[in-house]
């Protein structure tokens, strides 16, 4: 219980009198504007009571309590005279009159991230502080009314918006963050790694990604293209929390279903002034773009119909005239600070008065976009460096409708090789034609993270799990990101060959079997050729070339290579006739049909009967048996070749030369002239 002696009021009346001037002044009795102006009061009559002036310095809690009483006491009765407990916390604090309520307590950007479950968990302190301050008998004498409820209306008036500290109060609000696509057409890497960085900052902060489809745009989008996107988004793992086919407390997630909502916050506009109707026809304004240019001047708005009478206005709309509802834009600047790219600033002088909506009653992007944010609560907006210009009138937008204004971070391009923006004439720009290619999600996830983005390390390879674990906005680049296809290949190959052994061999086999080089899925023979094969496969596509390519005998052909000119120097064809008579010896056959141990056993006491060893032996037994200067483990190959021909696990379409119709054709050689014309199978027919 707290008491007080007579030196202990004086002090008190003392120190409030330094705080508010007008400190003692009645609350009846308003105060000139020439007072406020002079004394500058920020607020206009309620801040006047000796201890709730001094409690208004007594903590950051206390500040924001006294300058919300102040600024309007029907948001100080919601936030601090509700309650949760009765109402539902959750539901009240997702009421647009809480977070509009929440935006005018902070009276200027300080306290905008001031995260609203503070303030409910705060409420048992400030109605102490009230009781302490207005609820004695003693503090009446010189307390106001304040602290006494009341629905009398009150006017109140402010000269200059007083900037808070609000540490006690630090605590961030939660992450929330959205992909907002067009349903337009393909989803672009671009836009893919938009929506994986918006993933990833929501991961790595335990926020919320949401997905919003911007369908505002009638004519172009379509109800199957937004299915394409979200079977994108699926495909590469970015799975949200709110969105299509999930769902939300913020829904819905389309905008062509938010009419009534765009309508209703364009309507407050009007009413605020912020606003104003336009009955501008096209050819008005296309005299002043062409009388801006005669002048050098910003094709901007004039402002025609900016300051136009009521009675001017009544006069248009009697007739029926169309029109738009334009934004204001205010004199001077505006400046954000972008998380990537730090302070960008615009004069305003340059922008105009811009439509926020159009004359068929429909709503701009700009305008959709910052209320669908607001309204959603989006704390982050995550997205390309082109959407910059949109920045300055979203903004202005926010401060018009009393929101709390999201951070924001803008991504550099993705370009091409000739730094130019990557587009259809540089190849394959979408993820779903990237995805029939036969690139991985994994690899497509871990390569559109690097472009822009690196944790510091040489490290290149990535799961998803350890991107949310290592992704930070501030490692994102604010420079172009050159796209290298060459390199995603790459990766791919990579992210392939670190999967497990069953599960890339149950990939590849279904693979060749769907595309018709093999009968079966799965078997001994499948599980043999993976292996001997994966290492020169960088996309699935790529293995039925591979397998095509083993089972292929290009013979005729190499030896009239260049590369074949020092094996024939070295009497290949004597070479040939000794492995011929072992074929026809059965020695060969018999290796064959033990395996790996059988073959390493054959071909040693082969080149010891020819006194080879090496090179000399291994190279002329490759071009003979593979009817290639290169490839995989010879060994390994020749044993799945002679395989290949005694499981019929091949489809006839493959274009299989046997082992049997090898030797055949290597009877027919004439060594002597090696002549162009000798009718020898070469290739795999095409699959």
Not at 516 to 531: C, M, N, R, Y
Request: proline share 5%; glycine share 8%.
């Amino acid at each position: 219980m707290l008491t007080a002696t007579p030196n202990f009021f004086v002090s008190l009346l003392l120190i409030s009198s330094l705080f508010c001037p007008t400190l003692l002044a009645k609350s009846s009795h308003p105060i000139s504007d020439s007072e406020v102006r002079k004394n500058k009061i920020q607020c206009y009559a309620d801040i006047d009571g000796g201890l709730w002036g001094w409690s208004c310095k007594s903590s950051a809690i206390a500040r924001e309590n006294c300058a919300l009483r102040c600024l309007s006491p029907a948001c100080y009765e919601l936030i601090y005279e509700s309650d949760p407990l009765e109402e539902g916390e959750k539901d009240l604090i997702r009421s647009q009159e809480y977070k509009y309520c929440m935006h005018k307590s902070s009276l200027g950007e300080s306290l905008e991230g001031v995260k609203v479950r503070n303030i409910t968990q705060t409420k048992k302190k400030n109605r102490e502080m009230a009781l302490l301050s207005g609820g004695t008998p003693w503090s009446k004498l010189v307390a106001p009314p304040i602290f006494h409820r009341s629905h009398a209306p009150r006017t109140f008036l402010f000269f200059k918006r007083r900037r808070f500290s609000v540490s006690a109060l630090s605590e961030q609000p939660p992450v929330r963050v959205r992909f907002a696509p067009s349903p337009t057409g393909n989803l672009h890497v671009g836009g893919a790694r938009t929506a994986l960085f918006n993933y990833l900052f929501a991961r790595s902060k335990g926020g919320k990604f949401v997905l919003r489809i911007e369908d505002t745009d009638l004519e172009r989008s379509t109800r199957e293209s937004e299915e394409a996107m979200l079977k994108d988004l699926s495909w590469l793992g970015l799975d949200w929390d709110e969105g299509p086919g999930v769902g939300g407390d913020y829904g819905p997630y389309r905008q062509s279903e938010r009419n009534s909502l765009y309508k209703q916050h364009a309507e407050n506009l009007h009413q605020s002034g912020h606003v104003y109707r336009c009955f501008c026809s096209n050819e008005d304004l296309e005299k002043m773009k062409e009388d801006a240019k005669l002048k050098q001047l910003p094709p901007v708005y004039t402002g025609k119909w900016a300051n136009a009478r009521d009675e001017e206005v009544e006069e248009e709309l009697a007739k029926g005239t169309p029109y738009t509802y334009r934004f204001r834009v205010p004199k001077g600047s505006l400046k954000i600070n972008d998380l990537i790219r730090g302070e960008v600033s615009w004069n305003l002088d340059t922008l105009g008065d811009f439509v926020i909506m159009r004359s068929n009653g429909q709503p701009v992007y700009n305008f959709c976009v910052t209320v669908d944010d607001a309204t959603m609560a989006i704390s982050h907006v995550i997205r390309a460096e082109e959407h910059l210009p949109n920045t300055l009138r979203q903004a202005l937008i926010y401060k018009a409708l009393g929101f709390p204004m999201p951070y924001f971070a803008h991504v550099s391009l993705i370009l091409a090789p000739d730094r130019s923006k990557l587009s259809k004439r540089h190849g394959a720009t979408s993820v779903g034609q990237f995805r029939e290619m036969g690139y991985q999600p994994e690899a497509m996830v871990n390569y559109l993270a690097l472009l822009g983005w690196g944790d510091g390390t040489e490290n290149e390879f990535f799961t998803l799990d350890q991107l949310v674990e290592k992704f930070t906005i501030e490692r994102v680049n604010k420079s172009g990101a050159i796209f290298d296809s060459t390199k995603l290949r790459w990766m791919n190959g990579q992210h392939l060959r670190v999967r497990l052994s069953e599960e890339l061999t149950k990939l590849i086999g279904e693979y060749w079997k769907t595309s018709g080089i093999l009968t079966v899925s799965s078997g001994p023979f499948i599980d043999e050729a993976v292996q001997l094969l994966k290492d020169g496969i960088d996309l699935i596509n790529d293995a039925d070339k591979a397998l095509a390519n083993l089972l292929s005998y290009p013979l005729h052909s190499t030896l009239q290579s260049d590369e074949a000119e020092p094996l024939l120097q070295d009497n290949l064809s004597g070479f040939a006739a000794s492995l011929l008579a072992a074929y026809d010896s059965g020695d060969l056959v018999a290796a064959l049909e033990e395996g790996h141990a059988g073959w390493q056993k054959w071909v040693k006491g082969f080149g010891k009967s020819l006194k080879r060893k090496g090179k000399s032996l291994f190279m002329p037994l490759r071009v003979l048996l593979t009817g290639k200067v290169h490839g995989p483990d010879m060994g390994a190959s020749v044993v799945l070749l002679y395989k290949a021909g005694t499981s019929d696990v091949v489809a006839p379409e493959a274009g299989f030369v046997t082992l049997d119709e090898r030797f055949k054709m290597l009877r027919q050689i004439n060594w002597e002239t090696l002549s162009n014309d000798q009718p020898v199978k070469e290739t795999a027919a095409p699959v």
